[in-house]
């Protein structure tokens, strides 16, 4: 069989069974990436955030193309390429195998398209810098690398490591890299040698030596232009790299996203950042606890379509210019405005924070600590979602609640405690009104939650009791509603099967495993 087709028509089969079109996308995941259910026997149902899905996609890919190859001579030849293509390691110990089959073959290298080192231990263990010497010379096999992302910290590999990029990998069109924030001067280099990028993730962890003592150089005077950039995520202390990026020259740059973790000191200049490249944006993310002003950052972008927030923000009403100036207002009787103009663009919302909203997991034992805060934190809550509104944002579509956090203790609670249910109505009906669907963090309608199957199984009894005679006559003509089950039931256990299998970490021929 495998003699009697063409083996172009083979590579275009293989290609189709790796199913690796979302691995190569060229962009990178944000706070809008929705997230999935898995359900296991052991822990029933979980939600999988979109880096665990990717980190799946490629495993199974991994083992489709394992599975081709020892098939047959015929497809191992022609199914090496495909095995190469996608490098992913949860093992960085496995660089040295690969550093070594490349030596050995290094034409292997030539079809390698994405390399993906993720953090799998955690504190312990080795550390990126020790593989600096076996990831310089894969590096320097992979001329066609378009996708490098190391979710690993790097420390004194990163030199090296950039360096070997910006000579070999001039393809590169995808970073990320994690790095303390001492480093920014060896970042600002690397990313002068890759004009060509079209998406970066950059994550600054707090720098090791004082913040004082940290010196640019020569890299501060450095007035970037990276003509190609369309999508830009900073995570952590970055507060020096968006004060120099602010200088630069970004005019294809889209999507922005800016994560500060749990830090509540020493913000960025978000503000500044966005005053020279909020013209571009079409995408906008704001993650962070300390508020920012989000009716200047919204006049700031006037073509954002997606725009995410932190509704914990305690946003202060605009000023009423007709007030008494000697009467006090309470501000929390005023009502909240994010915009100071309609802004006729944003059709997505995303909603971070909301960990009180509806009192279930970590706010339901802090509530009991600290009610007064919980409470204080809800109010504001709903004062924010009542500026969702058509005043603001005619066109908007869509509300997201994007932690999926949230939504794993309102599965493990089975919904909203009793004390925030009327809460879950309101927006629910507010949203309703206004024809804007309420979501959470998988893209489905906020409030409806995974069933087990004996549960769905109930429900559909309980809906064939009240089926009508045409109905049943329509059934007879086609197919019995018992075959129906078996074919439904088998589907459910196929899938749960996929969920469960694990490919070996081992190598097999020349790949890294999965």
Known sequence: MAERLPPELWSYIFDLAADEDTIFYPGLQTSMAPSTWSKSPWDGWTVRTPQDTITIIQRRSYATKKSIIAACQTWRRLGTEFLVRCLFFD???????????????????????????????????????????????????????????????????????VDTLGTWCRNLRTVHWHVPSELLSKVI?????LPNLVAVHLQFDAAIKESDTITLGSAQDVKLKLPNLQQLFLKGFCQDFIEQASGWSLPLLHSFSFHFGTNTHDIPDVTGFLAQHGTTLLFLDLNCI??????????????????????????????????????????????????????????????????????????????????????????????????????????LERVRVLNPRILQDLNDNNGPADSCYLRWERWWDMCSRMRVRLEDCSGGVLGNLPQDADEEDYDSEENEEYGTDEEEQEWKGSVSLAELRELLAECRRMSEEGEREQSSFQFYLTPPTL
Not at 189 to 193: K, Q, R, Y
Request: with cysteine; charged share 20%; hydrophobic share 40%.
């Open 91 to 161: 093992d960085p110990t496995k660089l040295r195998d690969l550093c070594n089959i490349l030596d050995r073959d290094p034409s292997l290298g030539w079809w390698a398209r994405r390399l993906h080192i993720t953090h799998f231990l955690s504190g312990r263990g080795p550390t990126m810098d020790d593989f600096e010497i076996p990831l310089v010379a894969i590096l320097q096999h992979c001329p066609n690398l378009e996708i490098f992302i190391v979710d690993w910290p790097m420390s004194s590999a990163f030199g090296p490591i």
């Open 189 to 193: 280099w690397a990313l002068d040698t």
């Open 290 to 395: 300390p508020m920012l002003d989000v009716r200047m950052i919204l006049d700031l972008c006037p073509f954002l379509a997606t725009f995410c927030f932190n509704p914990d923000w305690k946003i202060p009403p605009i000023a009423n210019p007709d007030a008494n100036p000697d009467q006090v207002e309470d501000e929390a009787m005023l009502p909240i405005t994010l915009t100071n103009r309609s802004h006729d663009h944003i059709r997505h919302i995303g909603l971070h924070g909301l960990l009180h909203a509806f009192g279930v997991g970590y706010a339901a034992a802090y509530a009991n600590a600290d009610p007064v805060r919980s409470m204080m934190v809800q109010r504001t809550n709903d004062r924010n979602f009542r500026a969702l509104n058509r005043t603001s944002f005619p066109k």
